[in-house]
């Protein structure tokens, strides 16, 4: 796909207690209350709560691993599932901590930006400053920073015709995403097998799964024909 960056893929993706202990001391978290999780400057535990939709792309398993590989370095996590429409509803308002989606609608980006523009309604990670944006600053709150910057170089690939421009433009989008880590990673890509009964022919043997080209659809089923 394009603009695929393997460096991105592998930041903050292994799994070291270690490492991690040892940045969250050095922010100055090393204070625990008497259940073992760390305290914050005002003395209060660190605590996040993470929201998920029940029907959604994010199955509770992940999230009872990620409670308890944050809990084993002293963050207090507490996982909250919500019908989807209520989950929608809360992420855009800004009132979830931390929400959870799948990093679809990429395959093609340049047509599908919202994920990386925090635009998409269904897990956006900066809603109140994605409706400045989408609301030319009637709504929301106005974005300064590397955040702002993001939207101000999608305006430039917008309106570049010179397609290496435009180009970079979008890498450095993705590089400010590399630089901040707005989005945190957990898993890899996630298999979507298909069953065809053996007469049925035209079937590809792979398929890119994602929203943007309407998947499945963009099997051809069109093509599809029975053997006799």
Not at 30 to 50: M, N, S
Request: net charge neutral; aromatic share 10%; proline share 5%.
């Amino acid at each position: 796909m394009a603009f695929y960056d393997p460096e991105w893929e592998k930041m903050w993706a292994e799994y070291d207690p270690n490492r991690a202990n040892e940045i969250l001391d050095k922010m100055g978290l090393k204070k625990r209350d008497k259940d073992g999780f760390r305290l914050r400057p005002d003395g209060k535990t660190l605590a996040v709560t993470v929201e998920f939709a029940s029907d959604g792309t994010t199955t509770s398993d992940t999230l009872v691993l990620v409670k308890k590989y944050w809990e084993q370095i002293g963050i207090k996590v507490a996982v909250k599932s919500n019908e989807r429409s209520l989950y929608t509803t809360r992420c855009n308002s800004g009132d979830i901590e931390i929400g959870v989606w799948s990093f679809d609608r990429n395959v093609a980006v340049l047509s599908d930006p919202g994920r990386l523009l925090g635009t998409t309604t269904d897990g956006p990670w900066a809603p109140l400053y994605a409706l400045w944006y989408t609301s030319g600053g009637k709504s929301g709150e106005e974005p300064k920073g590397d955040i702002r910057k993001i939207y101000e170089l999608w305006d430039k690939v917008k309106v570049t015709t010179d397609e290496k421009q435009r180009d970079k433009y979008f890498k450095e989008i993705i590089n400010l995403h590399k630089r901040n880590i707005w989005i945190i990673g957990l898993v890899g890509e996630l298999p979507q097998p298909a069953i065809a009964k053996n007469n049925i022919r035209n079937v590809p043997e792979e398929v890119v799964w994602d929203d943007t080209v309407r998947a499945p659809k963009n099997a051809r089923p069109e093509q599809f024909f029975f053997k006799k």
